[in-house]
């Protein structure tokens, strides 16, 4: 949908691209920037960023530096970040995401994400899934490679790579290596996902995926399934 930011007049808009429209160019200007540093990152975001608003900003955009950090593609990002700052009702905000195919409603994207062949990681009960089928995995028994293939995919979602780390400053060097073998090597684990997890320095691993393929589902503290977005 974001042909719906262009100055092209010859066709008609819809509601949908003009309700579009409107809220990319009322996120872009530099005072709604600032709202979303100040207002929505936490110090860890704005850490990810360069912790420098300006730099931040002349680099990414508003929406640009949302996608950097939640892994989603550019329109959502102009309809969350919109509906972060009050530029769009609850309604309005979960019409613009039925419009672009995607859903506010977790286990409809969860559904959608499967059908659609993407990497799909549910934490409670533990399940994941490639290219609409689950991975027949006991991932109770295998805690271990569990864990690593959550945090190379939540790590992924983001841009980052994962290293030894991640699993604690005395974690030793050779953890990653380790426990990609065993998660790689597990009965029924997907050679083509394999494959996606290639090492990018000494002791570092990526999962070579792109972002808007990468769905992580997560538990509230209320108990309900929610979309994790690192």
Not at 139 to 162: C, M, N, Y
Request: glycine share 6%; hydrophobic share 40%.
């Amino acid at each position: 949908m974001t042909t719906a930011t262009t100055t092209d007049t010859s066709t008609p808009l819809t509601d949908a691209h003009r309700a579009f429209r409107d809220c990319y160019y009322r996120i872009r200007c530099t005072g709604s920037a600032e709202r979303l540093w100040n207002r929505h990152l936490s110090d860890q975001d704005r850490q990810r960023l360069g912790n420098k608003f300006e730099a931040a900003y002349r680099a990414r955009g508003t929406a640009g530096m949302w996608v950097a950090l939640k892994g989603i593609s550019l329109d959502r990002a102009i309809i969350e970040v919109g509906h972060r700052l009050n530029f769009l009702t609850e309604a309005d905000f979960e019409w613009l995401l039925r419009k672009i195919g995607q859903f506010s409603d977790p286990e409809e994207a969860k559904d959608a994400a499967i059908s659609a062949g993407d990497l799909v990681l549910v934490e409670r009960p533990r399940s994941a899934y490639w290219k609409g089928r689950e991975i027949a995995i006991d991932w109770i028994r295998h805690v271990a490679s569990w864990e690593f293939l959550w945090e190379l995919s939540r790590r992924a979602k983001s841009g980052r790579t994962i290293d030894n780390e991640t699993f604690g400053e005395s974690a030793p060097a050779d953890i990653v290596a380790k426990r990609k073998s065993r998660l790689v090597n597990t009965p029924d684990f997907p050679l083509d996902l394999a494959d996606l997890m290639v090492p990018v320095g000494r002791g570092t691993q990526m999962l070579n995926l792109s972002r808007e393929r990468i769905w992580l589902f997560e538990e509230s503290e209320s108990g309900v399934m929610v979309q994790c977005r690192p």
